[in-house]
């Protein structure tokens, strides 16, 4: 635990002290892959709240995922900051909705719709249209994309005619969709997650005495990856900030992989034009990666607006190039990699220190069987989370009820106790499949108590098991991680493998502006930056079937 101010600024690299320092104003952290933004900004937070520059409770710390939210908290909480708020941009706007709502319309917040899919059916229903589940789910994303975009209908079809639509439908079917989507949804009185969004930010711009008790409230911003920023979250940005410039936004350019969703870097890259007098501070020491990693992913990105030229530690070893592999089919490409993770195991890699990456969900399919056929353990990123798991959920139960009768005994007995009568072993079960899976998650758990401060009761262990369910901030897994490229963000490993790098599938075939295939570079660009000691990246030069025969991806030639 930090327990003053100094102490702080202790083992800052000198932007991340300069960083740490500049606390009023707008200031903008111009922070590369691996380069310590989240040291730079929870330090900074922690050390405005030790100088006394910030209240703790007027300082409100905005990111894009509650697992990210809740890392936030977690080392404030460690800094001696933790009465400083940290939430997504949807959890602090419902917040405000719920609070606000009563007072300016009256009566109880519309339902939150959880996902637009059966909505969206309905709707499809009143205006004659049978739609598959895949067509509902692009048109849920189109739906998002004009919300947070801030275009009425009328400008939504405008911008369809050049917009990549499901096939089924034209733009007119769509804007009736859209239509219908909407009448469905006020007719019984809900609203979705980017109308929280919307309906905050109308509530600010309209009701002079809610926009003051919001400022009252939140006098210091962050936000922490900011060039996901969408024009929606920018305009409530605005709005929270009023007439004040006390903000920080922190973010790198060449990790804008979400422009479908809306994002643009525009106004990272923009922000000291916007802001006179901006403090402009530039993280480029990379922490996390080799040298030859670095050049590589410098190599990517060169030239590129708003990249960042990372370096290494003065000092680091040197380390492999990536090294590329190719395989005649997509099977053989998945047993290279199994084969190559089998013998690294064996070597004495952990297997939660390897991930395989790749672009789109369907090239895991042979990748888990290569692995299975291997003997490899594996989970499978976006699949059921850890802690929505039967077996999870059952243990935390088990161990808060003991927790009430169960005082004084050491930690480690108390949860050993509760997960052996659940079935857990000291030793690994030899059972293959859900078998294997359950004692695996029950392990993860019993890692967790095995980490946790000497001293720690059952009942301050339990508590923490909570505070990690509400914020999914899940336990490491013995097990090697397959995770699309997108998922992977704002995750490191020791070794990792890019799979699919060709044509066609990075970039992907339907990227075929400029805009698309800088995007997917950007896409590669984070892949190859999630390593840390080893990369290696295949390709196939054909499909299952052989048909199709492919080429390696334009970005390869850029690492010669």
């Known amino acids: 635990m930090v327990t003053g101010a100094d102490d702080l600024l202790a083992g800052l690299d000198d932007q991340q002290r300069q960083a740490a320092e500049a606390l009023l104003g707008p200031v903008v952290l111009l922070a590369g892959a691996g380069t310590g933004k989240t040291r730079a900004i929870t330090h900074r937070i922690a050390y405005g709240v030790a100088t006394g520059v910030y209240s703790p409770g007027r300082v409100m710390a905005l990111t894009f995922t509650t697992r990210a939210a809740g890392e936030l908290r977690s080392r404030l909480r460690a800094l001696g900051a933790g009465g400083v708020a940290a939430r997504t941009f949807h959890a602090a706007a419902l917040s405000q909705l719920g609070y606000f709502w009563p007072q300016v319309v009256g009566g109880t917040v519309p339902r939150l719709l959880e996902s637009k899919g059966r909505l969206l059916g309905h709707a499809a229903d009143s205006v004659r249209l049978r739609l598959d589940t895949a067509t509902l789910r692009d048109t849920a994303a189109e739906i998002e994309w004009r919300k947070v975009s801030r275009l009425t209908i009328d400008q939504y079809a405008a911008a369809a005619e050049t917009r990549v639509l499901p096939p089924s439908l034209s733009v007119a079917a769509m804007v009736d969709l859209h239509l219908a989507y909407e009448k469905v949804k006020d007719d019984r009185r809900q609203i979705d997650f980017e109308d929280v969004l919307l309906v905050t930010a109308g509530m600010i711009d309209s009701e002079p005495r809610v926009a003051q008790q919001v400022r009252e409230q939140y006098r210091f911003f962050v936000v922490d990856e900011y060039q996901d920023v969408s024009p929606l979250q920018h305009e409530l940005l605005t709005l929270w900030l009023g007439e004040r410039n006390d903000v920080c936004v922190v973010g790198d350019a060449s990790q804008t992989i979400y422009s479908f969703a809306g994002a643009t870097p525009d106004y990272l890259l923009g922000f000291a034009t916007r802001h006179e007098h901006a403090t402009v501070i530039r993280l480029e020491q990379n922490y996390r990666s080799t040298p030859a990693i670095i050049d590589a992913a410098n190599r990517v990105m060169r030239g590129r607006p708003g990249a960042l030229d990372l370096h290494a530690v003065p000092g680091a070893p040197a380390g492999a ?161 397959l995770a699309t490229l997108h998922s992977a963000k704002g995750l490191e490993w020791d070794v990792v493998y890019i799979a699919g790098v060709s044509e066609g599938l990075l970039p992907i075939s339907y990227a075929r502006t400029d805009a698309g295939i800088e995007e997917e570079r950007r896409l590669f660009y984070v892949g190859i930056t999630r390593a840390r000691r080893s990369l290696q990246l295949s390709w196939a030069a054909a499909g299952a079937n052989r048909a199709q025969q492919r080429q390696p991806s334009r970005f390869l030639a850029e690492l010669r």
């Open 321 to 481: 190039p990536p090294h590329v592999e190719v395989a005649a089919t997509d099977s053989a490409e998945a047993r290279q990699i199994a084969t190559s993770i089998a013998a690294r195991i064996a070597e004495g890699t952990p297997p939660e220190s390897i991930a395989i990456l790749y672009r789109i969900n369907v090239q895991a399919a042979a990748l888990e069987a290569a692995l299975g056929d291997a003997g490899v353990p594996y989970q499978l990123r976006g699949s059921t989370r850890f802690f929505d798991l039967k077996e999870v959920k059952e243990a935390i139960m088990m161990l808060k009820g003991a927790s009430i009768s169960i005082v004084g005994e050491p930690l480690f007995k108390s949860v050993s106790d509760v997960l052996r009568s659940l079935g857990w072993t000291q030793e690994p079960v030899e059972a293959p499949g859900s078998v294997r899976d359950r004692w695996e998650s029950l392990n993860a758990i019993m890692g967790l108590a095995e980490a946790a401060a000497p001293g720690t009761t059952l009942a301050q262990f339990v508590a923490e098991l909570l505070e990690r369910q509400a914020g999914q901030h899940e336990p490491t897994m013995s097990a090697v991680t």
